[in-house]
């Protein structure tokens, strides 16, 4: 719904800001979508009188116009026809836009113009291009164009409920802006001068399906001269969304706006017998509507008919065969209430909607029927020069009853946290157009007025008087209650972020039966003494190899490698986070122990033409425990060859993963020999953490360290050092010893060959050093860089690569 805001003061004298009012009716329940700008760039379009037209001395067709606008003359240079001295015109200064034009101080054929005198077409209020635009001889000099005309330049965009069939029409709204700004509303005087003719004589009305016509208001103007509205009224239209057509029809448009109650113009002597017949369709009864389509009707749809045959679809389109045309003289006002289901099932059914079923499937004001053909019988007689016929025809079957609605005070405050009395109470009600009557010290009874649809309940007078003092005026409490259900355990929200940071990685997540075969501890090659051969054995298994629960992860990923192996799927990265369980001599209960498992098997990556086929390395499982160490906050980490190695990983391509002294689990290549117990020919790498273990070192919350302000400097140094030395202890060694200021180090380069001994390697190691309040200088970096390099030396016997 669009709202002009000029024409909404016409109703109701308020004195706010419009954006300030935007905001309240948004908090009331008419949300204000936008507040648009209309006729921008005529502010420097002013009313100016002619002076003087003088012919120009170099063109024939153009004239030099001597204007005055209240302040100076100005010399225009204007083709117009029809311009004359004593004329008010507008007058565009230098600087006013108009469209795309902005206006500059120009020679025309040797003679400099100041401005620009605009016809409509120029000023964008119509295409009319035959002339200057006159305006009122008695507007002001000077008065900018929108004062002068009274344009339309702000205005109120408002989405309007189903409920609120009421706010469809300006004088609405100014009823909604009144009760909350509490002010007086005030209407028009709708009364028409009327001539002797009775309407009674010339036209009647039938109602032959008063369930779906309520009411048929008809009104008559004879002699009526077809015409272009008015400027005025062609802005309004114009502001609310409408396209100008001729002053009749434009006049039940702008009731329609203005007092939200559709009306329809007929041409009486299109009427046969001047009979106006409500009644219902036949099953597929024809209809040309006024767009030119002939369209087939559903029973029971709701027909307007003259004595011989339909001329409207009630509520929705009028027909082709009465509209009003240019040589139409007597017309006929309908002003009717139509059963809003009814309408919009016609309009769904037809696919037609239009401005006039929008309002009468939301409910129009059943009493004001009268009113608005009045208005509308008022604004043809001004504007066409037509007659009204004395009285109105006024089919109302079944007057309004207002129903009775009880309001308790008290279950008011209940609702809506406020304590009001019945005075508080009836003091909204009142201002909505209610009447009101106090029924003791706690309760009251209303009856809505017939605009009011949507009232029916008591709760629905609690929301009125809740919109009406403030949805914000109610105090905010926090609900009391309790919510069932405890925090996740800690164990469980490090099993899930272990589980996202496998994904992450790439891994994917498989989960095996918690029992397998008996003999896997021997195809693991595990020694005698090693607890994990104590499987506790199924009392009744569901087969031989589902006979024992596992004590190891291992196997049940074996299998998976296996079977994807057998299926062609070659490259398999997939993880587990499961329980394995150890018999206990003195306790019949099992050791159950939560474990990380994964494997790595086939190509790092898919083949590509730059990459080729890198399958994966050692490099790659060791890559997944760093990143999770990392991710887990881990507090000194490190990867060594330390304390036993697992009999089912190969001799020197496995590593112990250390946290201080504390063992967290192993990497390594799976042992071929182990690989092919368990039917698996390519090379399968392994991980395994105890995830029990990792919940005591993982710390509880991460520390927020704000990102680097200073830039890092690097240093690389080269060791040389024995083979056997491991590449994690050379690195151990540098953090321990590399200062306060050193931020990361790591290996980058790994060299064998010439002219290294057999029995050497080379080391590349990156020390990256970094200050959080300054920039580092050489001088803060190089003591503990040569300390560092020094320690390394002594430590492992090293030498400087040069």
């Not at 095996?512 to 090693?530: E, T, V």
């Not at 031989?544 to 190891?552: G, I, M, P, Y």
């Amino acid at each position: 719904m669009l709202v002009p805001l000029k024409w909404l003061r016409q109703f109701v004298d308020y004195n706010v800001a419009d954006q300030d009012l935007a905001d309240l009716l948004s908090l009331s329940g008419l949300e204000v979508e936008g507040l648009q700008r209309r006729h921008q760039g005529l502010e420097l379009v002013l009313a100016a009188k002619v002076l003087r037209v003088e012919p120009h001395p170099n063109a024939d067709r153009l004239h030099l116009v001597t204007v005055d606008d209240g302040r100076a003359e100005h010399v225009v240079v204007c083709g117009a026809p029809g311009v004359a001295p004593g004329q008010i015109v507008p007058l565009a200064l230098e600087g006013a836009v108009l469209g795309e034009l902005t206006i500059k101080r120009a020679r025309i054929r040797g003679v400099e113009s100041r401005g620009m005198l605009c016809s409509e077409r120029d000023l964008g209020l119509s295409d009319d291009h035959g002339g200057l635009l006159n305006l009122d001889p008695t507007t002001p000099l000077g008065a900018p164009l929108t004062e002068a005309l009274g344009l339309e330049t702000a205005v109120m965009e408002i989405s309007i409920t189903p409920n609120r069939g009421d706010a469809l029409g300006v004088l609405g709204v100014a009823r909604e802006v009144g009760a909350l700004l509490n002010l007086p509303v005030r209407d028009i005087d709708c009364a028409p001068p009327e001539d002797d003719q009775p309407v009674a004589a010339l036209a009647s009305v039938e109602i032959q399906a008063p369930d779906a016509c309520r009411r048929y208001v008809a009104r008559m103007v004879r002699g009526a001269v077809v015409g272009p509205s008015p400027l005025w009224l062609r802005d309004r239209l114009a502001a609310c969304g409408v396209r100008p057509i001729n002053n009749l029809v434009d006049v039940t448009n702008y009731v329609m706006m203005e007092r939200g109650q559709p009306l329809h113009a007929f041409d009486h002597a299109r009427l046969a017998g001047g009979r106006i017949v409500v009644r219902r369709a036949v099953a597929d009864e024809p209809f040309t509507t006024l767009d030119g389509q002939q369209r087939k009707l559903q029973e029971g749809m709701l027909l307007i008919c003259d004595a011989e045959k339909p001329v409207a679809l009630a509520g929705v389109m009028g027909g082709q065969n009465s509209e009003i045309e240019a040589h139409t003289s007597d017309v006929l006002i309908e002003s009717a209430f139509f059963e809003p289901g009814g309408i919009r099932r016609t309009a769904k059914a037809l696919g037609m909607g239009s401005e006039s079923s929008y309002r009468f499937e939301r409910g129009v004001d059943l009493e004001g029927c009268a009113k608005a053909a009045d208005r509308a019988a008022q604004l043809m007689a001004m504007l066409s020069g037509g007659r009204v016929c004395a009285g109105r025809v006024d089919a109302y079957p079944r007057p309004y009853q207002a129903p009775a609605i009880a309001v308790s005070a008290a279950r008011t405050s209940a609702l809506l946290g406020l304590p009001l009395d019945v005075a508080a109470i009836k003091r909204p009600l009142e201002a909505l157009g209610l009447s009101v009557e106090a029924v003791g010290d706690d309760s009251l009874t209303a009856w809505p007025p017939a605009a009011r649809t949507d009232l029916e309940r008591p709760v629905d007078l609690i929301e009125e008087v809740a919109r009406i003092i403030g949805y914000d005026k109610i105090p905010v409490s926090t609900p009391c209650g309790v919510i069932g259900g405890k925090p996740r355990a800690r164990e469980q929200l490090v099993r899930e972020r272990l589980r996202d940071l496998m994904t992450a990685q790439g891994f994917d997540e498989a989960i095996n039966y918690s029992f397998g075969h008996p003999d896997w501890p021997d195809k693991l090659r595990l020694a005698a003494d090693d607890p994990r051969r104590g499987a506790v054995a199924m009392q009744n298994p569901l087969a031989e190899d589902q006979s024992a629960l596992r004590t190891s992860l291992l196997p049940g990923l074996l299998g998976c490698v296996r079977r994807n192996l057998g299926h062609r799927v070659a490259d398999v990265a997939l993880f587990e986070v499961g329980k394995t369980f150890i018999a206990r001599p003195d306790n019949p209960q099992p050791h159950e122990s939560m474990r990380l498992g994964a494997v790595l098997c086939g190509l790092a990556q898919p083949v590509s033409w730059f990459a080729g086929e890198a399958e994966v390395s050692f490099a790659h499982i060791r890559g997944a425990v760093e990143y999770l160490a990392e991710a887990m906050g881990l507090a000194d980490p490190r990867l060594a060859q330390e304390g036993p190695r697992p009999p089912y990983l190969e001799a020197g391509q496995w590593l112990a993963v250390l946290v201080g002294q504390r063992r967290l689990g192993e990497i390594g290549l799976v042992a071929a020999q182990v690989a092919a117990d368990f039917e698996v020919k390519k090379p399968v790498y392994y991980l395994d953490l105890d995830v029990d273990l990792l919940v005591q070192l993982t710390p509880e919350r991460g520390q927020f360290r704000h990102l680097p302000r200073f830039p890092e400097v690097m240093r690389d140094v080269a060791l040389v050092v024995d083979e056997a030395v491991a590449a994690g202890e050379v690195l151990a060694e540098a953090r321990a010893w590399g200062g306060k200021l050193l931020r990361e180090a790591r290996l980058f380069d790994v060299y064998k060959g010439k002219p290294l001994d057999k029995r050497q390697k080379s080391l590349g190691l990156r020390l990256t050093y970094r200050a959080d309040d300054r920039t580092l200088t050489e001088e803060e970096i190089v003591p503990d860089f040569e300390a560092m390099v020094g320690r390394l030396v002594e430590r492992f016997k090293a030498a400087l690569r040069a």
